[in-house]
T-cell receptor, first 113, second 117 residues
Framework: GENVEQHPSTLSVQEGDSAVIKCTYS??????FPWYKQELGKGPQLIID?????GEKKDQRIAVTLNKTAKHFSLHITETQPEDSAVYFC????????????FGQGTELSVKP | GAVVSQHPSRVICKSGTSVKIECRSL??????MFWYRQFPKQSLMLMAT?????????EQGVEKDKFLINHASLTLSTLTVTSAHPEDSSFYIC?????????????FGPGTRLTVL
């Protein structure tokens, strides 16, 4: 079955710097890759997603890239702000197979003012 | 749009009692709802997948008689933790996929913190 590895587990950056979180997946049939932000004591919130028919997607300060050949996808946050501090999870799923998401282990991002 | 609610947000119960958690899709019809549990500083662990009107599909290692799931309508799923014990204390999160979604986008609820004394 699908396996998703996420790195790093913790990431500390200075406000204004960029942050990059990387994930790899094992099943080449996976075709939908969402990223979630989870604040303490809350449920995950979808922040951006990418589908297998594109290589990059951007939404203001957040971007996601996908390399299907290498089975890598990454989250890029530019101009980080203290409110970006949270745990970020990547996930992968295969369309038409029940929609079951396979999550990475999570990255705790800390943005220091 | 695509809002999922959970109730209660927090519950404390005595060992041996049962606790019911509700998950509702507020502004869309959910073909499928998922239940996860999350321990501190860990990832989300899928417990079961439920489709409206049919029995839930449980992940390996999850006791279906302990974690009862009912999905009676397209907007409501419930998780009942029966005979709860301290080791069941966790953060329970539901999610739902919209009937109109082509890529199974999941929208998550805010979670329920269960503490069993």
């Amino acid at each position: 079955g699908e396996n998703v590895e996420q790195h790093p587990s913790t990431l500390s950056v200075q406000e204004g710097d960029s942050a990059v979180i990387k994930c790899t997946y094992s099943d080449s049939a996976s075709n939908y890759f969402p990223w979630y932000k989870q604040e303490l004591g809350k449920g995950p919130q979808l922040i951006i997603d990418i589908r297998s028919n594109v290589g990059e997607k951007k939404d203001q300060r957040i971007a996601v890239t996908l390399n299907k050949t290498a089975k890598h996808f990454s989250l890029h946050i530019t101009e980080t702000q203290p409110e970006d501090s949270a745990v970020y999870f990547c996930a992968a799923t295969i369309y038409n197979q029940g929609g079951k998401l396979i999550f990475g282990q999570g990255t705790e991002l800390s943005v220091k003012p | 749009g695509a809002v999922v609610s959970q109730h209660p947000s927090r519950v404390i119960c005595k060992s041996g009692t049962s606790v019911k958690i509700e998950c509702r899709s507020l502004d869309f019809q959910a073909t499928t709802m998922f239940w996860y549990r999350q321990f501190p500083k860990q990832s989300l662990m899928l417990m079961a997948t439920s489709n409206e009107g049919s029995k839930a599909t449980y992940e390996q290692g999850v006791e279906k008689d302990k974690f009862l799931i009912n999905h009676a309508s397209l907007t409501l799923s419930t998780l009942t933790v029966t005979s709860a014990h301290p080791e069941d204390s966790s953060f329970y999160i539901c999610s739902a996929t919209s009937m109109g979604s082509s890529y199974n986008e999941q929208f998550f609820g805010p979670g329920t913190r269960l503490t069993v004394l």
